[in-house]
Structure formats: structure tokens, C-alpha cells
């Protein structure tokens, strides 16, 4: 592609990633961390509960320590900084690439422990809805860098660089996986709070803003639908 995406497009594709993302939350993630403590009866939710505010509050903190820019934003956010406005494109990408990586990992890092409620099926689930959504993120990074002036083979390694904290946290979290074990429900609510806070904070506004926000929300739920589908299918 020659040209910026329009503006239609972006909302569509942004919309995509966040639907994918809010039901990997909360079928891959959300659901199995209650499970796993339904011993606990009425109280089964706490766990989760404790986990997914970690999740949001470790965000919350990276989102105040790393400067970054978020698309069509004129203002940094963080600590003041002399990077390059496109080097904080790339880093608003990637720290909220963080939480998807670590999604993965923990749930791979359940089935190879063993943990009940995870299963081989829901692990693959995951990994697909997830990449299906990066090919949206990806574009939606790269494309821009490219219309402010960055080469094609730039533009494109920068997109894939901002990707590479995915495998890397998911590779942390398996390693782990061991020590991970009895706090699991707390990991996997932990991911699902720190996926939840990238899309109510970053994507919602840009799948909304502007005229026909309807085709972001359409999106969404295309996106939602698809990652349901996978995870109760293969799961």
C-alpha cells in the first residue's frame, strides 16, 4: 500500500484488535483464573479480582515511566523526553504489546504445569486470536511511520521490532512457569487487567473518535466474535 490508511480503515482495523482482545480476556483468561479457585466458593472471585487490578496498575505505571505517543496525539505522555515523535509511536505500540506476549505465556505456562481449566486447544486459541490482531497493530504502526517519511524497510522493521516484546514476554512467563503455579489465577487475571487497560485507554478512543465511529464498533465485534469462536471451539 502506497498511501496513509484512511481514516475509516484504521478505526476499523483498531476496533478489530480491541474485540479480539476483550474476549481473550475474558474467555482465555478471566474465566479460567475463577475456575481454578472454585473451592472457594462465593469467594472464587477474589483472586482474579486482586490479579486483574495488578494487571491495570502495572500499566498504569509503565504508561507513566516510558514516554510514548499515542496515534494522531500532538502530546507525549511520560517523563519529558528528546526522542523522535515516530520513536515514540513505536514505543506506545510496544508497551502495550507487553500484556499480549505475557497472555500468552501465562496460559502456555498453565498447560505445561498442568493446571486444570487450561488446555492445549485453549493455549492455541489464544496464540491465533492474538496474532490475527497483531496484523491490524502491525499496519497500523507501520503505515504511519512510512506517510511521515520513514523508508518501506523501516517503516516495516519498526512495526515488527515493536512486536518483538511479545515472544520475549511470553518466553519469561513459560520459563517461570514452574514458579508460576500457585499464583496462576493471579497471572492470567493479571494479563486480562493489563490487555483491558491498552483497549479502554488507547483503542476504544481511536476506534470512536471521529465521524462513522459505528464502523470501529462493527469491528469490534467481529473481532469479539472470531476470538469467542476460536476459544470455545478449540478449547
Known amino acids: 500500500m502506497k498511501n496513509e490508511l484512511r481514516d475509516h480503515v484504521q478505526r476499523g482495523l483498531t476496533g478489530f484488535a480491541a474485540g479480539v482482545m476483550v474476549a481473550a480476556s475474558i474467555w482465555s483468561l478471566l474465566i479460567p483464573a475463577i475456575e481454578q479457585t472454585d473451592t472457594m466458593g462465593a469467594l472464587s472471585f477474589v483472586p482474579a479480582a486482586a490479579g486483574f487490578w495488578i494487571?491495570?496498575?502495572m500499566l498504569l505505571f509503565l504508561d507513566h515511566m516510558i514516554p510514548h505517543l499515542h496515534m494522531h496525539a500532538e502530546k507525549a505522555e511520560g517523563p519529558k523526553s528528546n526522542l523522535t515523535r515516530t520513536t515514540m509511536m513505536v514505543l506506545a505500540v510496544t508497551l502495550h504489546n507487553i500484556p499480549?506476549?505475557?497472555a500468552v505465556g501465562v496460559v502456555y505456562a498453565g498447560f505445561l504445569t498442568g493446571t486444570k481449566d487450561i488446555s492445549l486447544g485453549g493455549a492455541m486459541a489464544l496464540s491465533i486470536g492474538i496474532a490475527i490482531q497483531n496484523f491490524p497493530e502491525?499496519?497500523?504502526i507501520s503505515m504511519p511511520l512510512h506517510a511521515e517519511g520513514k523508508s518501506r524497510g523501516k517503516a516495516c522493521l519498526s512495526g515488527i521490532m515493536s512486536g518483538?516484546?511479545?515472544?520475549?514476554?511470553?518466553l519469561l512467563?513459560?520459563?517461570a512457569a514452574e514458579a508460576l503455579l500457585p499464583l496462576m489465577p493471579y497471572m492470567l487475571?493479571?494479563?486480562a487487567g493489563a490487555m483491558l487497560y491498552v483497549v479502554v485507554e488507547e483503542l476504544i478512543p481511536e476506534m470512536s473518535e471521529g465521524e462513522h465511529s459505528n464502523?470501529?464498533?462493527?469491528?469490534?465485534?467481529v473481532g469479539f466474535t472470531l476470538m469467542m469462536a476460536l476459544d470455545v471451539a478449540l478449547g
Not at 215 to 221: C, Q, S, T
Request: glycine share 14%.
Open 215 to 221: 464502523i470501529g464498533v462493527l469491528m469490534f465485534a
Open 189 to 191: 487475571s493479571a494479563a
Open 173 to 175: 512467563m513459560i520459563l
Open 100 to 102: 499480549e506476549g505475557m
Open 138 to 140: 502491525g499496519a497500523i
Open 55 to 57: 494487571g491495570i496498575l
Open 164 to 170: 518483538v516484546v511479545e515472544p520475549a514476554a511470553a
